[in-house]
């Protein structure tokens, strides 16, 4: 019968324990899949409503008169798509409507922007015209809500 | 020692992602709109109504849903017990018609409330 050798014995020693290591891979992978699953953060665009507090933040009805200094962007839907109107004129592209109003922005911020947008418009694409003015740094932008 | 900290490693991720969810399942899912001047969302204690707009086009407020004559109603009674510093926060599917949003800012004014936000998802890019 043979001894078993010195190395031999050594070698038994040397073994790696898979067990413990296939554990925290586990825990460490089913944690990483359930944290990247989460839901996407939101954000919040205040509305100016909050700034001014009553005096005709919202429109009831479309504006009689046309003061100068307002910029009046009409959000108009048709044939199934969303058409533009700034001050009256036609604007093809959401990107023409951003140099516009930052056009006017560069000149003075604090005139009011009005939205006016159609019934049928998602809301998805007046929030996006709504989120350029913020960005092209207008302080009141008011929704106009004809009944 | 290893089997231990193996239980216990587990017990605080487990107690870790079911708070989690917990938190999730008070939102109900949306496609909310994008937006990139977005803000972040601060934890306040100021008094708040989340008014949810489902794809359907259909109000829920507080997990129930109500017509538009019950939301104004009910908004009338939040803003007589709080006060001025209400919130109204909209959250709406981005496809859904803006006049089913209309409503809610309509009764939001008549009611006296202006401090109304919605939420949105950050742009990734820049808007089209």
Sequence with gaps: MRRPSVFHRDQGGLEIKMTPMIDVVFLLLVFFVWTASFHAVEYLLPSSLSQQLGNAAVIDSPPPEVEFEDVIVRILWQDDQVVWQVNGQDVLSLDEVKQRLQLVAGIKTDAPVILHPDEEVPVGDVIDVYDISRIAGFDKIQFAIAQ | ?128
């Design chain 2, 1 to 128: 020692m290893t089997p231990m900290i193996d239980v216990v490693f587990l017990l605080i991720i487990f107690f870790l992602v079911s708070s989690h969810l917990a938190r999730q399942e008070t939102q109900l899912e949306l496609d909310l709109p994008e937006a990139s001047s977005g803000e972040q969302v601060e934890v306040t204690m100021a008094p708040r109504v989340v008014i949810n707009v489902t794809e359907f086009g259909e109000f829920m407020l507080a997990g129930r849903q109500v017509t538009a004559e019950q939301l104004q109603q009910q908004l009338g009674n939040r803003i007589r017990k709080e006060g001025r510093e209400l919130e109204v926060r909209i959250r709406s599917d981005r496809n859904i018609a803006f006049a089913k949003v209309r409503p809610i800012m309509l009764a939001c004014a008549k009611v006296g409330i202006w401090n109304v936000t919605f939420a949105v998802y950050q742009a990734m890019e820049a808007p089209r």
